[in-house]
Structure formats: structure tokens, C-alpha cells
């Protein structure tokens, strides 16, 4: 199967960190904020009440998103960079669907070469100071279904789109119509082995490519 529009996953995808659980940890409430994920994954409480939370108690200001943009870049998934460029020589649409933080993630896709205006992530806002104002919570990206919403919203034309990432929210493409190649690179998780079209368990993600380039 060929596809025309390729998005990947950005965290435990392109890059082998959970950002928003590195910037709990740098600001000291790591504990607090992975209970509040894990009340959400086991539907105590709906995902868009807890993504405000989260950053609430967090609150990164800017320098703490410039921190854990590098990270990013430092941490990239191998062969990342050689998976971008090949779709891309091969005149394919690149884009990265995360339900991160979209400045922290502008950086690594400057890096990979992926424009900023197929970078689709939850916005960030900042005092003039710098100091953390809030997050965009009407954004897609915040919100349950949120990954099948922006899937739908680039492709109007239906071309085939396959959709790279590791974890259960990435499973929503299939909703609207996209294939799914569940990564195991970074981490292997069985609901998404269970339920993708195609699963890989290589560290390296040029070992996609053999689903989307026939
Ligand atoms: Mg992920």
C-alpha cells in the first residue's frame, strides 16, 4: 500500500521522551501529575478535564519549554530523521499529530525538516513575562477523538493516510479512515499491538517504511 499523507506520532515516536511527564519531574510534581494521567487512562476522569489540570500544576514557563525542546532533539528516535526525508523525497506529506505542547515540539520538527504548519499540537500561552499562562483548551489535540478530528481536517480530499505513533489515542485515526502502524520502538504497548493495522517492534523507524512505500 502507497500513502500520500504521513503522520507521526511525536512522544515514544519521533523522540524517546513523555514531555509533559519531563516537565513534571523538572518542576517536582511527577507523582501528582501520573495520577492524574492514570486517572484519565482508567477513565476516572475524561482526558479534556485532566490535560488543563496537568499543565495547571505544572505550569512550565518559557524557559522550562526551550528545556524540554532540546530534550526532544536530543532524545530523537533512531533513524527519525532519514524517515522524514525519504517520505519527503518521495513527494509525501509530512506531518506530526501529538496532543503535546506545540512550541516545545516546533524545534525537533524544524530539525527533522516537517514545516510548522503541519505540526498540529496544543498551544502554549506565556505572560510577557514568560511565566505560565495556560493552555489552548479548545483544541482538538486536548480532547478524546482529538487525533481522528485532525486526521480529517488535513486529508478533505480522502487521499490515504497512514498515521505512525505508540499509544492508545493513536488508534483513534482509525476512526477516520486512517491505516495505523503502531510503534514499539520506545515502548510496546499490547491494546496497541492488539489493534493497529501494522505493528513494529525495531528500535529504528525506518523499519515503517516497508508499510508505506510499496
Ligand atoms: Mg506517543
Known amino acids: 500500500m502507497s500513502f500520500e499523507i504521513v ?5 515514544s515516536t519521533l523522540s ?7 516537565l513534571a519531574n523538572r518542576a517536582g510534581v511527577g507523582a501528582a501529575v501520573a495520577a492524574l494521567t492514570t486517572a484519565a487512562m482508567n477513565g476516572e476522569v475524561p482526558l479534556e478535564d485532566v490535560y488543563a ?7 512550565p514557563n518559557q524557559a522550562a519549554i526551550d528545556w524540554v525542546a532540546e530534550l526532544y532533539i536530543q532524545r530523537v528516535v533512531d533513524g527519525a530523521l532519514k524517515v522524514v526525508q525519504t517520505l519527503q523525497a518521495q513527494a509525501k506529506s509530512v506531518h506530526i499529530i501529538s496532543g503535546g505542547l506545540r512550541q516545545a515540539i516546533l524545534p525537533l520538527a524544524a530539525y ?8 498540529h499540537a496544543v498551544d502554549i500561552m506565556f505572560n510577557a513575562d514568560g511565566s505560565y499562562q ?11 477523538g482529538g487525533k481522528a478530528a485532525i486526521c480529517r481536517q488535513i486529508n478533505p480530499a480522502q487521499a490515504k493516510l497512514v498515521l505512525i505513533g505508540d499509544g492508545q489515542t493513536d ?23 492488539l489493534s493497529a493495522n501494522y505493528y513494529v517492534q525495531e528500535a529504528s523507524l525506518l523499519s515503517v517504511l516497508r508499510f508505506i512505500i510499496s
Not at 503522520?7 to 512522544?11: A, H, K, P
Request: hydrophobic share 45%.
Open 171 to 193: 488508534l483513534e485515526a482509525q476512526l477516520a479512515g486512517a491505516t495505523v502502524i503502531g510503534f514499539g520502538g520506545v515502548v510496546t504497548r499490547p491494546a496497541v499491538q
Open 7 to 11: 503522520c507521526f506520532d511525536c512522544d
Open 112 to 119: 527533522l525538516g516537517v514545516p510548522a504548519t503541519n505540526v
Open 16 to 22: 524517546a521522551i513523555e514531555g509533559i511527564d519531563e
Open 53 to 59: 489540570q496537568r499543565l495547571n500544576i505544572i505550569k
Open 134 to 144: 495556560g493552555v489552548d483548551t479548545n483544541s482538538l489535540l486536548a480532547k478524546t
